[in-house]
């Protein structure tokens, strides 16, 4: 029997003889009405959807008596609709645009934010861009959470939206970010190597689990003070928050991050700098370099862009304020 979904929702199903067999995806698109293959999917893969509570992958073939567990929200509305949002390009050919994303766009409509997002911007400025996405998804290979800024490339044709999502999944693509923690690292670098999923007790969270999906961030320091440590972290991987949730779980939380921050924010001593990272309504992390193959030429690509001058100046508020920050 089909479920349809009409709002946010979470889907409990059980796997009969008759249904063992088939692929996950294949599963959950003939149980769930108006959601294709491509979109659960993108579930599966960002740990939306567990089978006896743990991850698995599309092609998992279901067992009798599977317990499957998928959170759902409503597709975009109908009536998506391109609006002039300023944004920033970096650079464009006819394959693909890199943008420079700010802290407080969210990327694409869902629930709660149907427009204003980087979506509706991108189908406003241009007029060629991939639908493999989805049409309230034009263009869109990969994701940077609302409250982190930075490089994004977007696909303007089908082949280049292909060959893009082929080499974020193989792993090929460049990702670097610049973020502020607090407390001292005590490693000049290292690997965070630890698997993630949805934190069982709260589905807005992601948690590092044994159970969870391979998750690899690697970190160098850039510059480390008394209380606050600025690092480079390279993604390996690509799953949601994950290096929010990794340098969390490494006890040195990012820097005006309200969800994985377990509070330390307010635990700042001083005065003005706690001010300043109240007033910044975002976590300080920044998608600083991008590099990957561009999909028709293959020549190599890299992009780099500057820190937004919020950070910047938190940053430079802390270099003031001498050693015992």
Known sequence: MNSKIDHSTHLTFSVTAEEAGERLDSFLATRIEGWSRARLQRLIDEADVLVNLKTAKSSYKVRAGDEIEIELTPPPSETFTPENIPIE???????????????????????????????????FHFRELSTAGGAARPGIVHRLDKGTSGLMVVAKTESAHE??????????????????????????KGEIDQPITRDPRNRVRMAVARAGRPALSLYRIRESFDRFTLLNVEL???????????????????????????????????????????????QFLHAAELGFRQPTTHKSLKFTAALPGELEALLNLIRGRGADV
Do not use: C, M
């Open 89 to 123: 390009v970096v650079y464009e050919d006819e394959d693909l645009i890199v943008v420079n994303k700010p802290a407080g766009l969210v990327v694409h409509p869902a629930a709660g934010n149907s427009s204003g997002t980087l979506a509706n911007a991108l189908a």
């Open 163 to 188: 060959d893009l999502s082929n080499q974020f999944r193989a792993r090929e693509v460049f990702k670097s970010y610049i973020a502020l923690v607090h407390g001292q690292v005590e490693k000049r």
């Open 236 to 282: 390996k991987t690509g799953r949601t928050h994950q290096i929010r949730v990794h340098l969390a779980w490494l006890r040195n939380p990012v820097v005006g991050d309200d969800v994985y921050g377990a509070g330390r924010d307010k635990t700042i001593a001083d005065v003005a700098i706690k001010r300043s990272v109240s007033k910044l309504n975002r």
